[in-house]
């Protein structure tokens, strides 16, 4: 890697302009009588997110499948903790601006063992010895210090984001290594890979998206914008050292990505996940109903009932004894 640069990368450039075009928007735009109190731009947004979306299936969606269908899985591997290993770097740095010692500690820790033991970052050594990845970035930072979010956004080719996340974009940008490499045709194919192996990891949680909701731009809203406020009420609540929803996940048998692992800015992790508990709430009422019509009703007594949707969990429910003759209903 060459000596940094001084000043900020092209990307940054750009993003530091679409900042200020969202801004400007975002001071023009009228609302209307049911507009999403957060998302007063939502004309607007639904447009950028079509374009996006007609950008993604033309042109990404294709190279990431092209890269799935050519990469071996270890190499892809090796990607993804190589770019994951940069982000480390970052968090470091946000969480000593959020004076957060034992996150800081744990990032630094990571980047500094697999920059060194880890090829530069292509192994993961620091999950291996359950060192935890908590991502940061400077909108968290912002947020820390009491920045509110501000409206929702969506970017020209960047997907949704918020008033505080767009501003802080260029800031995020200045951050990433790659960009400030001096090799200019080495800087913009590591931007690209990183594009693409993002894509390509998101790939079955952007198509069950489009299988199960609705209306895909609500829910990738929604989804968003619970995953931003998760990680900072999430961190506020246990004290600044990070909250349940700081992506502490345990290993998994046979996931090589299996490992403490974040949950990501661009609201796609949050979508599978709020596809899941949906699924998961809907095969649990007919499990609930079926279990509870064939209990005695001798007493008052809590029950732990399987999820069939989600191996694992179950759903605890008191049980009262009915009259005679009345009618069986349940609540998951």
Known sequence: MNTPRTTPPASGRLLLTLSLSATAVLAGCATGPDAHPRDPMEPWNRGVYKFNDAVDRAVLKPAAQAYDFVTPTPVQTGVNNFFNNLSDAWSTVNSLMQFKGQEAMNSFWRFTINSTFGLGGLLDIATEAQIPRVKQDFGLT??????????????????????????????????????????????NALLGLDVVSTRDKYMEVSDLRDQIALDP????????????????????????????????????????????????????????AAAADSVAAEAAVPVAAEAT????????????????????????????????????????
């Open 142 to 187: 912002l947020a820390h210090y009491g920045v509110q979010s501000g409206p929702y956004v969506v970017l020209p080719l960047l997907g949704p984001s918020t008033l505080r996340d767009t501003i802080a974009r260029p800031v995020d940008s200045f951050g990433n290594p790659v960009g400030h490499l001096d090799d200019v045709g080495a800087r």
């Open 217 to 272: 731009y609500v829910f990738t809203r929604d989804a968003y914008l619970q995953n931003r406020d998760s990680r900072v009420t999430g961190a506020d609540a246990a004290g600044g050292e990070g909250g349940e929803d700081d992506g502490y996940l345990p290993p998994v048998d046979g996931d090589e990505g299996a490992g403490y692992i974040p949950p990501t800015d661009d609201g796609a992790d949050s979508a599978a």
């Open 293 to 332: 019509a064939a209990l005695p009703t001798a007493g008052v007594r809590t029950e732990l009932l399987p999820v069939a949707a989600a191996p694992g969990s179950v759903i605890r429910m008191t049980v009262e004894p009915l009259p005679a003759g009345a009618p069986v209903s349940a609540q998951p």
